[in-house]
């Protein structure tokens, strides 16, 4: 069973953050939420496109107010 992971903020460090889980860790942890004050499409687009870490090779799209990544909700 995965272990349910929410994210306080989505800056730099949340979206790093979550990157690394997604890439390294896969099944083991299920991110459930995201709390910023930022609309989804920004979210979306600034995790998707990082100036100093590049983009991320997933899936990202915006669903209504989810962010799903790689066919996985947020």
Same mark, same amino acid.
């Given at each position: 069973?995965?272990? #349910?992971?929410?994210?306080? /903020?989505? @800056? %730099?460090? /949340? %979206?790093?953050? *979550?990157?690394?889980? #997604? =890439? !390294?860790? @896969? %099944? =083991?942890?299920?991110?459930?939420?995201? !709390?910023?004050? *930022? +609309?989804?499409? *920004?979210?979306?687009?600034?995790?998707?496109?990082? *100036?100093?870490? /590049?983009?991320?090779? @997933?899936?990202? #799209?915006? +669903? /209504?107010?989810?962010?799903?990544?790689? @066919?996985? %909700?947020?």
């Amino acid at each position: 069973m995965a272990i #349910k992971i929410a994210i306080n /903020g989505f @800056g %730099r460090i /949340g %979206r790093q953050v *979550t990157k690394a889980l #997604k =890439q !390294n860790y @896969g %099944r =083991q942890f299920n991110l459930v939420a995201v !709390n910023d004050l *930022t +609309d989804v499409a *920004t979210n979306a687009h600034l995790f998707k496109y990082d *100036t100093n870490y /590049g983009i991320y090779p @997933g899936e990202v #799209k915006v +669903d /209504g107010n989810d962010i799903v990544i790689d @066919g996985d %909700r947020l």
